[in-house]
C-alpha cells in the first residue's frame, strides 16, 4: 500500500489536524475514567492485602462523602448507587431509595467516594508488573497510558479486560519506533510502515516514537498514522 500522496505540502496542517485528534481521543479515556467511582474501602482492603468485594449487579454506598469533578467542596452524606459498573444515581442519603437486591456498603459518614485517577506514564513491561499493578487500584488509580508494551503488557490487559486481574484499565502503545543511532538513515519508510502494521494488528492503543529519524521519514511516518487512524505519542527526538 502506498502512503504517498499530492498533498505534502500541507503537511503542517496535517500535523496539526492529528495533535488536536489525539488530544480528543485521550481526553475521551480521560472522562470515561471520571465515569468510574472508587470507594476507599476497596483502596484500603488491597493495600493491606486483603481480598476486594466481588462485583455485584447492583451496589449502594450509603452515608459516605463524595469527591467531584465539579466542585472542589464535597457532597456530604450521599449514596451512590452503582449499576453494571455504572453509577446510576447519586443523591443525599435521606431521598435516595436502596434497591432490595444491593450489596449495601456503610461508609459511616467518614469515608469518600472519589472519581478513579489516572496514570498518564507508567512502564508494565518491567520485571513482576503483575504482581504489582495492582497497587495503582489500591491507591486510587483506575486507568494507567503503558508507554512501552510487549506481548506480556497485551496479555495483563487481556487479563483486566476479563476480570481475571485486579488493576486499572490499561491503554498500551508497542515497543518504540525509531533508532537511538546516529546514523538516522538506518531507518527508513518501509521500517515504518511495518512497525506501524504489525503494532495495529496486534492490539495496541497506540504507538511511541523513542528515537530519531530523518524529517522525510517522520513526515511519511505521520501520514501512514493519519491513514490507518492510530494515535502517536514521543518524547523530544533528533530529527535531519
Sequence with gaps: MSYENDHIHFFDTIIIKSIKKQSKIIMDYF?????????????NSCAQGKKPLQPHEVTAFVHVNVLTMHDSIPLMDQTVIVKDDAVAEIGPSSAVSIPENALTIDGNYQKYVTPGLVDA???????KAKEWVTY?????VT?????????KTLGLKEKVRKRELLAPDIYTT???????????DKVTKKDMET?????????????KIHGNMTLEVYQHLFLIFLTEKQTLFFHFFLLQ
Design 121 to 127: 506514564h507508567v512502564h508494565l513491561h518491567r520485571s
Design 174 to 184: 508497542g515497543p518504540f519506533i525509531g533508532t537511538t543511532s546516529k546514523q538516522l
Design 31 to 43: 472522562f470515561k475514567t471520571f465515569s468510574f467511582f472508587i470507594f476507599c474501602i476497596t483502596f
Design 195 to 207: 512497525a506501524v502494521l504489525s503494532q495495529k494488528r496486534a492490539g495496541y492503543d497506540m504507538m
Design 136 to 140: 495503582f487500584v489500591s491507591n486510587g
Design 143 to 151: 486507568t494507567v497510558f503503558n508507554l512501552k508494551g510487549n506481548k
